[in-house]
């Protein structure tokens, strides 16, 4: 099951390996990537290695960054129960 944030891009060309294209639904930007890449392009994470989407409504980006630290903090949990 693909996560909220597939919601704002289109797939353009899926592939047989790999990520597919996707083209965001914001600012029309085409690039390749999966779950993660599209997050850091509609919130905007420091460092990230795909550019900020500029027309991404605040609302989304907040939303991207809550489901972002969720993530950090599930995978935290599971590092933390390893030890």
């Keep these: 099951m693909k996560g ?3 919601k704002y891009v289109v797939i353009v060309e899926e592939k047989e390996k790999g990520n597919p294209r996707v083209q ?5 930007k085409v690039y390749v990537g999966g779950s993660a890449r ?3 392009h509609l919130h905007g994470e420091q460092n990230a290695l795909i550019k900020q989407c500029d027309k ?3 609302e989304v980006a907040d939303a991207m960054r809550k489901l972002v630290q969720e993530k950090k903090e599930v995978k935290l949990k599971s590092v933390n129960l390893k030890l």
């Design 56 to 58: 991404v409504p605040e």
């Design 38 to 40: 599209i997050r850091e």
């Design 4 to 6: 909220p944030e597939w």
């Design 24 to 28: 965001c639904c914001f600012c029309d």
